[in-house]
């Protein structure tokens, strides 16, 4: 996505339309917005053509780019539990690994950064009916993998609304989530972390979409970008228009929910009632 961003940037400096730039690169206007969407792996001398259609001629710039483009191709760790991933997924992993901050309103269950082993055993089995234990044990594997990225010293900002609803569902059995609940309050104390639950209280509310994830980068050259599951595929959203409606139903949920510290004390009277 960074490369893409960037011979975006330098296309649209000089005028040139993506046609002309398929054409020097023998490939349609199509692939050229693939690539600038950053949803297409790159050719070395694909990007050497693009990066001399562009007058880039530093070549300290082009080797830079370059370099981005090798490291572009570079299968994440990810791509090993690929074979019990739906396609649509490995997307979506690797932009959580590279986003500096992540916003979620969760709604069906606890956010897979937030769950404990047991309870995401329980959920994974409840959505792969039928698959192997083995299967399930490296679906589990893999959304462990993916906490420790919260957990790390530079680690991003992670901002989750909990509908009451994702606390009340039980995955598993009362010592599951006893559990969970008591991690759920556990990690909110974390710095990186706020934690904020939407009561059922409060009646209708701007996530009446349903469950959202906005995810936002360092880079400048990156927008964010909206995910949001489906049962047979996921929706990228990432045109300025379309996030800010998503950051504006999250905003709106961050101010009509208990703030950090009342959310930590309603997570304990649930603790204490389950």
Same mark, same amino acid.
């Given at each position: 996505m960074l490369l893409g961003s960037q011979l975006r940037r330098l296309r649209e400096a000089r005028n040139i339309t993506r046609e002309a730039?398929?054409?020097?690169?023998?490939?349609?206007?199509?692939?050229?917005?693939?690539?600038?969407?950053g949803r297409v792996s790159f050719k070395t001398r694909d990007v050497e053509d693009l990066l001399t259609l562009y007058g880039i001629t530093d070549e300290q710039e082009r080797a830079s780019l370059l370099s981005l483009?090798?490291?572009?191709?570079?299968?994440?760790?990810w791509h090993s539990y690929s074979d019990v991933l739906p396609s649509w997924f490995p997307t979506y992993v690797g932009l959580e690994g590279a986003a500096s901050?992540?916003? %979620? +309103?969760?709604? &069906?269950?606890?956010?897979? *950064?937030?769950?404990?082993?047991?309870?995401?055993?329980?959920?994974?089995?409840?959505?792969?009916?039928?698959?192997?234990?083995?299967?399930?044990e490296k679906r589990v594997a893999l959304r462990l993998e993916r906490q420790k990225h919260l957990a790390d010293p530079g680690g991003p900002e992670f901002h989750v609304v909990l509908d009451e609803a994702s606390l009340r569902r039980p995955y598993g059995d009362r010592q599951v989530m006893r559990g969970q609940l008591q991690h759920l309050i556990d990690i909110s104390?974390?710095?990186?972390?706020?934690?904020?639950?939407?009561?059922?209280?409060?009646?209708?509310?701007?996530?009446?979409?349903?469950?959202?994830?906005?995810?936002?980068?360092?880079?400048?050259?990156?927008?964010?970008? %909206? +995910?949001?599951? &489906?049962?047979?595929?996921? *929706?990228?959203?990432?045109?300025?228009e379309d996030v800010a409606q998503y950051e504006k139903a999250l905003k709106e949920l961050q101010q009509d929910s208990p703030g950090p510290d009342e959310s930590r004390d309603l997570l304990r009277g649930l603790l204490q009632l389950s």
């Open positions: 730039a398929g054409y020097s690169i023998r490939a349609s206007e199509s692939k050229i917005s693939r690539m600038e969407l483009a090798r490291e572009a191709n570079v299968a994440g760790w901050l992540i916003r %979620v +309103y969760e709604v &069906q269950f606890i956010h897979g *950064l937030l769950q404990t082993e047991a309870y995401a055993r329980a959920v994974v089995r409840r959505g792969m009916k039928g698959a192997s234990e083995a299967d399930v104390e974390r710095p990186n972390v706020r934690l904020q639950v939407m009561p059922f209280g409060f009646g209708g509310h701007s996530g009446e979409s349903g469950a959202f994830t906005i995810l936002s980068f360092t880079e400048s050259d990156l927008t964010d970008v %909206v +995910y949001l599951e &489906q049962l047979t595929s996921a *929706l990228y959203l990432d045109k300025r």
